[in-house]
């Protein structure tokens, strides 16, 4: 299906794999936009209830392939933004499901912004995300500037960005920057006990609560008031709602189907 990328479905589990070992994952035409396709897959298969976006081998996603945009001389950096990443990194936002990241390995330059547009980031202690531009005398892109200073402060996000800091797992953990960091070992684990809640949550509430959280990053109170009583209805017209209300007068835990 893809030449690029690994895409493995089970148990309401949609696991999206870069596959460019050799290269650290490094990011060519080609694979943006087999991102951009199985972002897609998982998004309009309800039998996916949660994604896990990951990297093979050593790395998560050292960035763009400099070999590949060196062969290009005068390709436009914005077209390649507007084309190849801004639709990635919405369609990570706009999946009405979970996004988890299993941060295996290091993650630079646009493969930290896929990092932090994740919903949640389960890093190896040893993995490194590192806001690389500047060390190529570029600017942030991908989203970073959104996610970074949201995440960390303006002050921190400025000294990750202008310095091309390395922040390990642990000390991203720290400063909130990724959800858990956990030995290399046991990343597998970690992600599991995400993945083994999403797969069998009300996933409809959850992608209602995605929304709700993207939209209050540029609304009023009054405005967020209004839109979680038009959430709540969607939500309260659910399956999931009914079986979970059951589930509470008959003393038993819910049987979520993601509807």
Known sequence: MFEFLKYEKQDGVATITL???EVYN????EITFELQAALKEAKKDNEVRV???TGEGKAFCSGQDLKASAAEPN???SDSIHKRYNP??????NMPKPVVCRLNGVAAGAGCSFALACDIIVAAD???LIEVFVNIGLVLDSGSSYFLPRLVGSAKAFELATMGTRV???EAEAMGLVSKSVPLEELDGAVKKYTDFYSKAPTKAIGLMKKMLNKSQSSSLEEMLDYEAYCQDIAGATNDHKEGVTAFLEKRLPEFKGN
């Open 19 to 21: 596959d460019r070992p």
């Open 26 to 29: 490094a990011l060519n035409n």
């Open 51 to 53: 994604v896990v976006l």
């Open 75 to 77: 390709r436009s950096f």
């Open 88 to 93: 990635i990194i919405k369609g990570i936002r």
């Open 126 to 128: 040893e993995a490194k």
């Open 168 to 170: 390990s797992g642990k």
